[in-house]
Nanobody, 126 residues
Framework: QVQLVESGGGLVQAGGSLRLSCSASGRTFSRYGVGWFRQAPGKEREFVAA????????FYADSVKGRFTISRDNAKNTVYLQMNSLKPEDTAVYFC???????????????????WGQGTQVTVSS
């Protein structure tokens, strides 16, 4: 089992940057693929980015490709989401999620993640 805690959210102007962190408990974090998702008011939770156990397999949503970068440091049990060139439409609560993986891959499918953090608010003003 793994527990996840997000941090790094806040208020930023359009064009600015934020770095979110997802810190995990447990000694086997390196066996989990991790994804970032976001949910805006009145909308469904949507995929943002995902990284495999090793960090080598990475997926991005088309809406953030080229602006966001996901990475992980297994020694620190932490996954990061660097968000640059932020837009007002990026405003949402951002969640990280983990899925135990035998193979070194990941998924965009929200239903395949077993563990979730509480979320961190990101607000981008125009």
């Amino acid at each position: 089992q793994v527990q996840l805690v997000e941090s790094g959210g806040g208020l930023v102007q359009a064009g600015g940057s934020l770095r979110l962190s997802c810190s995990a408990s447990g000694r086997t974090f390196s066996r989990y693929g991790v994804g970032w998702f976001r949910q805006a008011p009145g909308k469904e939770r949507e995929f943002v980015a995902a990284v495999s156990r090793s960090g080598y397999v990475i997926f991005y949503a088309d809406s953030v490709k080229g602006r966001f970068t996901i990475s992980r440091d297994n020694a620190k049990n932490t996954v990061y989401l660097q968000m640059n060139s932020l837009k007002p439409e990026d405003t949402a609560v951002y969640f990280c999620a983990a899925q135990y993986r035998i193979v070194d891959t990941s998924t965009r499918d929200v239903s395949e993640y077993d563990y979730w953090g509480q979320g961190t608010q990101v607000t981008v003003s125009s």
